[in-house]
């Protein structure tokens, strides 16, 4: 079973919520969930729309046909309708949000006390939202199918969430951020537990400052992390090269949107690998991680942290607005490791400098000290290899393999099930893990990627001299994410 | 307690800097504090240098970014002493946002600015506080534009410690004293000749006069606003007069005080919390 609820209406009619609740809900059901969220960047109308998808196995994305479509507003149908399953449902009329969630989940057939006890969570507007949920829930005729609970332990995960947790599990002592979508849930998540947990949450003039100000606090041993998109990026670059001379430990989270400049700031892309790879001017170590879901998030903060504290070294985790702010149900439970605070207050330098942090122009010098940013990217090498670099999923040694990485990877796992393809997932951009070149080989290669250039298409070929046949290359550039059904139809394509 | 190195110097032979190191030194040396609760920052200039010939930890930074460097360092440990070494390219040109906010913010350092009126390592072309008619050779037109009065921009910033001082020992030594006493931000400027770019501004040593034995009342902002006016950074051949000494002080909620999470931090500040 695999159905599509989608919710639309005006920005600040809340549809947000209506998603948020029936997917705790089926959550606490056992059933798996995916929820994304597209918006655009306005404060009040407009449109924007949430998606839910849910299944009783394991999924990861959502579908192009709709099941039910909860219409808010008039705008709502006229956009979405023509995607419309044949038998489909749609919701619609002048009603409260909650209203909508009561005939919602009377189509599922939950019980009532299933709605009241989100309701009771939500704790804003009770009494309201419990009429208006009932008079919905009395209405609503239908059903489409039955939710029975599965007896299955899932936890409904975010991404951003998953970095501020992971940061969190880390030792962070400070965030600095300036506000920039979709880094923004990280600070805000973060700016929340600060008492809590003890650590401190900034927001600095401008990017600048919050990369100077990061290595500030990290030349006192203090353990940093500092967050932005792609813009704000850029405004860190210089900064990001000073932290790579002078040896401090800096956790860099990148959200991803598309660009250039402003680009669309509030949709998704994967445009921003070769900048987060080759940001800063110079030649220093630093390493890029690229999760591909919420548990992934966690676990690649926390060895940013690891590996920044270790090798004092800039470490970049690099996101995207689709896994940032969507939710997923997953089972696993997060590995995290512990990292020590590595770094004394002493003499740093962004000019080349003497061991004593004396500025210095000695040719020797020069040569030594490229010499030890070369080593510790030997030695970052190295010990990455005891890392889960990469993962397969799919048929093992199928003749078809599809390579990606980041929140492609949702889509992908959905598109996949029962094809003859192996999918492979990168997450450690840089170092990147040459050793994929043994499953590359002789196979017939399908590149996903959420942007127009196959960035990571580039990378595998400057790292493996393997390239990848244009007609291969599945790429969406139109700052939304792919779907999995008809992701399905563009693999299938493709496979010998 | 002696905070030289061994570096030898690279300034050129009789540079004002000389003289801001020799105060900077009596002044830190006689502090009572220990050389492992002072910290340095620097931009990029000439000035800059002053990073390599202090025993002190820190970081010599980038061009323009003493500021937020400095208050990173507050953050991440608000028991040091925190001095900020800047020029005028880095203060007023390439960092001035940083130097507005650093005023705004009122955390607890002090950031100097050697003010020679030129970016003298990059050989002399104007700053913001260059005087109108210089030219160089990237300039043979001539400067076209009034310079900026810091001193003023630092009062309407809501700086709660403005001075200004002449690059001479004695002065450097005595209002670093003062700033060192005071809780929350610092903005003190020296006029800082180069005698290679900008030798006319030699003769300020002259000209000069003591706001405080003069009866300026520092705390009186209305006095400061009007003190600033006396000298504007352009009349740099004129006879008139410049005024130094602490424009103005008062005290003002500091930053750091601010936030219960650093109240409770040790010497050590986050590098003390076991997690
Ligand atoms: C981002 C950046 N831009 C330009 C430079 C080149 N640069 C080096 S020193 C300097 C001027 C320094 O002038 P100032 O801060 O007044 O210091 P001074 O040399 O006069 O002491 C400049 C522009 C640089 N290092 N970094």
Same mark, same amino acid.
């Given at each position: 079973m695999r159905y599509n609820i989608l919710f639309g209406g005006?920005?600040?009619?809340?549809p947000n919520i209506l998603g948020e609740i029936l997917g705790e809900a089926l959550v606490k059901q056992g059933y798996y969930v995916f929820y994304s969220r597209d918006y655009q960047s306005? $404060?009040?109308g407009g449109h924007n729309f949430n998606v839910l998808t849910f299944s009783d196995s394991p999924i990861h994305s959502n579908d192009?046909? $709709?099941?039910?479509l909860v219409a808010l507003d008039e705008n709502t149908k006229k956009i979405h309708?023509?995607?419309?399953?044949?038998e489909g449902i749609i919701l619609d009329g002048k009603h409260e949000n909650m209203y909508f969630a009561g005939r919602l989940f009377k189509l599922l057939c939950l019980d009532f006390e299933t709605l009241n006890q989100e309701l009771r969570e939500l704790k804003k507007k009770y009494e309201e939202n419990l009429k208006n949920a009932k008079l919905g829930y009395e209405e609503e005729t239908k059903n489409i199918c039955h939710v029975k609970n599965q007896k299955n332990k899932i936890y409904f995960l975010n991404g951003s969430k998953e970095i501020s947790q992971g940061a969190i599990e880390s030792g962070l002592d400070v965030y600095y951020a300036y506000p920039m979508t979709p880094a923004t849930p990280v600070l805000r998540e973060l700016a929340e537990k600060q008492i809590e947990k003890n650590y401190l949450v900034l927001e600095p003039e401008n990017e600048i400052a919050v990369i100077n100000s990061a290595i500030g606090s990290a030349i006192t041993g203090a353990k940093v992390m500092i967050g932005t998109s792609g813009g704000g990026f850029d405004l860190m670059t210089e900064g990001l090269s000073m932290a790579g001379i002078a040896g401090v430990p800096l956790v860099v989270y990148l959200a991803q949107r598309p660009g250039?400049?402003?680009?669309?700031?509030?949709y998704t892309a994967q445009g921003d690998l070769n900048i987060a790879r080759?940001?800063?001017?110079?030649e220093f170590p630093r390493m890029v991680l690229a999760p591909g879901d919420p548990i992934e998030c966690r676990e690649l903060t926390n060895q940013a942290f690891y590996f920044s504290q270790k090798y004092k070294i800039p470490c970049i985790v690099l996101n995207d607005k689709h896994l940032a702010e969507s939710f997923y149900s997953l089972k696993e439970i997060p590995k995290i490791i512990k990292s020590q605070k590595t770094i004394s207050l002493g003499k740093f330098n962004?000019? %080349?400098?003497?061991?004593?942090?004396i500025s210095t122009e000695d040719s020797k010098r020069i040569e030594k000290n490229n010499i030890e940013r070369l080593k510790k990217v030997w030695d970052i090498e190295k010990e990455a %290899?005891?890392? $889960?670099q990469y993962k397969n999923f799919g048929k093992?040694?199928?003749k078809n393999l599809i390579v990606s990485w980041g929140s492609t990877k949702g889509a992908i796992l959905d598109a996949i099930q029962g094809l003859d393809t192996e999918f492979l997932q990168i997450?450690?951009? %840089?170092?990147?893990?040459?050793?994929i070149l043994k499953f590359l080989k002789n196979k017939n290669i399908i590149l996903i990627e959420?942007?127009?250039?196959a960035q990571l298409g580039q990378l595998i070929t400057e790292k493996t001299g393997i390239f990848i046949e244009d007609k291969n290359k599945i790429l969406r550039f139109d700052g939304r994410p792919f779907l999995a059904d008809e992701l399905n139809l563009e693999v299938k394509k493709r496979l010998n | 307690m002696n905070i030289s190195t061994n570096v030898k110097s690279t300034?050129?032979?009789?540079?004002p800097n000389f003289m801001i190191l020799a105060g900077v030194k009596k002044a830190l040396e006689n502090s009572g504090k220990k050389q492992n609760e002072m910290v340095i920052v620097s931009g990029i200039g000439?000035?800059?240098?002053i990073f390599d010939y202090l025993n002190l930890p820190g970081l010599n930074s980038l061009?323009?970014?003493?500021p937020p460097v400095c208050f990173g360092l507050k953050m991440g440990n608000p028991n040091l002493s925190v001095l900020g070494f800047s020029g005028d390219g880095d203060a007023?040109?390439?960092g001035l946002e940083h130097t507005i906010h650093s005023a705004r913010y009122n955390s607890n350092w002090i950031y100097i600015v050697h003010n020679n009126q030129v970016f003298s390592l990059t050989t002399g072309q104007p700053t913001p506080t260059t005087e109108i008619g210089y030219k160089d050779k990237t300039t043979p037109l001539g400067v076209k534009t009034f310079p900026l009065n810091p001193i003023k921009l630092m009062l309407a910033s809501g700086a709660s410690f403005v001075a200004r001082v002449f690059a001479d020992i004695q002065q450097v030594e005595n209002v670093i004293k003062e700033a060192l006493k005071h809780k929350g931000f610092c903005f003190i400027e020296i006029l800082q000749p180069?005698?290679?770019?900008?030798?006319?501004?030699?003769?300020y040593k002259n000209k000069i006069y003591d706001l405080q034995k003069s009866g300026h009342?520092?705390?009186d902002f209305q006095a400061a606003m009007k003190k600033v006016e006396?000298?504007?950074?352009?009349?740099?051949?004129?006879?008139t007069k410049i005024p130094v000494g602490i424009f103005y002080q008062v005290q003002k909620p500091i930053f750091e005080e601010q936030f219960p999470q650093l109240q409770k931090l040790g010497p050590l500040g986050w590098k003390g919390i076991k997690r």
């Open positions: 005006q920005a600040g009619q809340g306005l $404060i009040r192009s046909k $709709i099941d039910v309708s023509t995607k419309m399953k044949k250039p400049a402003s680009g669309v700031p509030t080759h940001a800063g001017h110079g962004s000019y %080349e400098s003497t061991s004593e942090g %290899e005891k890392f $889960i093992k040694n199928s997450l450690y951009m %840089e170092p990147f893990p040459k050793e959420n942007n127009a250039t | 300034w050129c032979p009789g540079c000439c000035h800059a240098k061009h323009g970014r003493v007023y040109a390439e180069c005698l290679i770019f900008h030798p006319e501004t030699l003769k009342k520092k705390q006396e000298f504007d950074y352009n009349e740099i051949k004129s006879d």
